[in-house]
């Protein structure tokens, strides 16, 4: 484990703050073409508890904690539809539709977590998921949009200008 991911001497659990000690790891990881949210967990805990002396149900507890932070430093890393990365400036709109430097690899049944490749590393399989993943999403965004709308000219029938 490289000196920068080791708490400091003589620092105390309370002295880690877990979110950078997980930023830190993936961007160590960034050019791997797979990033799993376990691997990173793993990492994280072997800077933490480097001797595992922890009693097994706190481990399990923490290592689950770290694997939902990874996720989300994931998600925000490379998915720019994320909405806590997302900002409503005009470079974010102009940028919506470039292709991500990662994208969730193709699902399978003993996936406990996504794992993000780097798209020069995806398979037809990954790429075939990831395309149909996006485009239900999208059926599913308008479908909403189309019930706001239903709703509003449902309650709204005085306005003039109906909602489209």
């Given amino acids: 484990m490289p000196d920068s991911l080791s708490p400091p001497p003589g620092a105390i659990d309370g002295d880690l ?7 830190r790891i993936v961007e160590r990881r960034r050019e791997e ?15 933490l ?20 932070l990874a996720r989300a430093v994931l998600a925000r890393s490379f998915d720019p539809a994320d909405k806590k990365k997302r900002t409503h400036d005009a470079k974010a709109i102009a940028d919506l539709f470039k292709l991500q430097a990662r994208y969730p690899q193709a699902h399978t049944a ?3 977590d996504p794992v993000y490749v780097r ?22 965004k308008l479908a909403h949009a ?6 509003w000219n449902e309650e709204h029938p005085e306005d003039d ?4």
């Fill in 110 to 112: 003993d996936l406990e």
């Fill in 17 to 23: 703050d877990l979110a950078e000690l997980v930023g």
């Fill in 49 to 68: 508890d480097p001797k595992v002396k922890s009693i097994p149900r706190v481990y399990q507890g923490c290592h689950l904690y770290l694997r939902q």
């Fill in 33 to 47: 073409p797979r990033i799993s949210p376990v691997a990173i967990a793993n990492d994280c805990m072997a800077v």
């Fill in 161 to 164: 200008e109906r909602l489209k």
């Fill in 146 to 151: 189309d019930a706001i709308v239903a709703w």
């Fill in 119 to 140: 798209k020069e590393d995806m398979t037809r399989e990954d790429a075939q998921y990831n395309v149909e993943r996006l485009r239900s999403e999208g059926r599913s």
